[in-house]
């Protein structure tokens, strides 16, 4: 009895040790990294060319953890610092009068092997070649833009002419390891945000654009493509392979569900060929399964319209081609998808969902043709 009421508060008093120095991890972590609460600036102070101190700090962009701290220095000169996550990409931040994208011009930097480099970009379009570099209606002091590299953070700091900044901010991140070239060409961002502000009040507000903004054409694709070829595709088969024995509900759910997934994934399809697909790996090989997909999922559509009667002979034949076309397109479907997921570098979230939906459907689809192959023998 006393022993074993000795161990197990042992064993409570090694949890709360372990609670403890995981609560000290998280803190340590968290004085490490920049943010307004326990900010890092002072560390990077004498590299930036300019006073920084008694900065307005906001948290920015939360996705990313972009945190602005912003200054009017002087009349007419607004001075910036941008500190984000150095992970190998570049970071910007735009200044815009309507929140827009195109029109915009936004500073941006990147410091591989912590040699940094600042650019003005003017936003003339969405694709990449209407982004020019050294272009761009922002008045930069000269010799006050530099970005440093330090504890695995980025810090952007500029001075920008002007009475009073356009309101609105647009934020935007490269993909990962993937910097710009020498000429300054871009990699098509990986993610961006943006945000009207108030300079004085300190108060930032979301914009109907901004939710826009969020969420790219990329995620549209994908989610459409996600749904319509990856899910309901599957789900689809399943009620038609298994569920034979609910006649004639069966039929008509398979068509439904196959009929709303082949109009979304279209969707997706059409989307993803609007997706500027530069600076973006693998990409040839996902629009060909892409566009293989769509070419065998639009043969069963035709097929159901050429679909022999149940008593011809041939009927065997169909059924061999509309089920093997059909398995194919959905393994061809879930690869692809995953594939997707891989080049968008899309957050771990995504990722792991559809890895959840894609196991469990594996797992029904062996469990129902276990069950098939024990009633054929019965
Ligand atoms: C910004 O905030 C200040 C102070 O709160 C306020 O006086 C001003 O009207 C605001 N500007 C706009 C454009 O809302």
């Given amino acids: 009895m006393a022993a074993a009421s000795s161990s197990s508060s042992s064993s409570s008093m090694r949890l709360l040790l372990l609670c403890l120095l995981g609560f000290c991890v998280a803190l340590s972590h968290q004085q490490s990294t920049d943010s307004c609460r326990f900010s890092r600036l002072n560390t990077v102070a004498d590299l930036v060319p300019f006073d920084t101190r008694s900065f307005r700090c906001i948290a920015a962009w939360k996705d990313e953890d972009f945190v602005l701290r912003y200054k009017n220095t002087a009349p007419s000169e607004w001075s910036f610092v941008l500190s984000a996550p150095d992970k190998g990409s570049y970071v910007a931040v735009g200044f815009s009068g309507k929140g827009l994208m195109v029109g915009s011009s936004a500073v941006v930097g990147?410091?591989?092997?912590?040699?940094?480099?600042?650019?003005?970009?003017?936003?003339?379009?969405?694709?990449?070649?209407?982004?020019?570099?050294n272009k761009g209606l922002l008045k930069l002091v000269k010799n006050k833009a530099v970005v440093v590299s330090h504890s695995d953070r980025l810090y952007l700091a500029f001075q920008i002419?002007?009475?009073?900044?356009?309101?609105?901010?647009?934020?935007?991140?490269?993909?990962?390891?993937?910097?710009?070239?020498?000429?300054?060409?871009?990699?098509?961002?990986?993610?961006?945000?943006?945000?009207?502000?108030?300079?004085?009040?300190?108060?930032?507000?979301?914009?109907?654009?901004?939710?826009?903004?969020?969420?790219?054409?990329q995620r549209q694709h994908g989610l459409l493509a996600m749904m319509g070829w990856g899910v309901l595709l599957p789900i689809g088969m399943i009620t038609a392979r298994y569920f034979r024995q609910l006649e004639p509900y069966w039929f008509y759910s398979h068509m439904a569900i196959q009929a709303i997934g082949y109009i979304l994934g279209l969707a997706a399809v059409v989307l993803g060929f609007r997706i500027n697909p530069a600076g973006l790996n693998n990409i040839d090989i996902h629009r060909a399964l892409g566009v293989a997909i769509l070419v065998m999922a639009s043969l069963q559509v035709l097929a159901i319209l050429a679909r022999p009667d149940k008593t011809s002979k041939v009927r065997r034949y169909w059924n061999w081609y509309h089920h093997n076309i059909g398995r194919a397109a959905i393994?061809?479907?879930?690869?692809?998808?995953?594939?997707?997921?891989?080049?968008?570098?899309?957050?771990?979230?995504?990722?792991?969902?559809?890895?959840?939906?894609?196991?469990?459907?594996?797992?029904?689809?062996?469990?129902?043709?276990?069950?098939?192959?024990?009633a054929d023998d019965d």
């Fill in 110 to 133: 990147w410091a591989p092997h912590g040699k940094g480099t600042v650019k003005q970009y003017y936003l003339g379009g969405k694709s990449q070649d209407e982004v020019s570099p």
């Fill in 161 to 217: 002419s002007t009475d009073y900044p356009q309101p609105h901010l647009i934020y935007s991140v490269g993909p990962e390891n993937n910097l710009p070239d020498s000429d300054g060409v871009l990699p098509v961002h990986r993610n961006m945000y943006s945000h009207a502000f108030n300079y004085t009040s300190g108060i930032a507000y979301k914009t109907a654009d901004s939710l826009d903004a969020g969420f790219p054409r």
């Fill in 331 to 374: 393994l061809l479907a879930i690869g692809n998808v995953f594939l997707g997921l891989t080049i968008a570098q899309e957050v771990n979230a995504y990722i792991v969902s559809y890895g959840v939906f894609a196991a469990v459907w594996v797992l029904a689809v062996a469990a129902f043709e276990m069950k098939r192959c024990y």
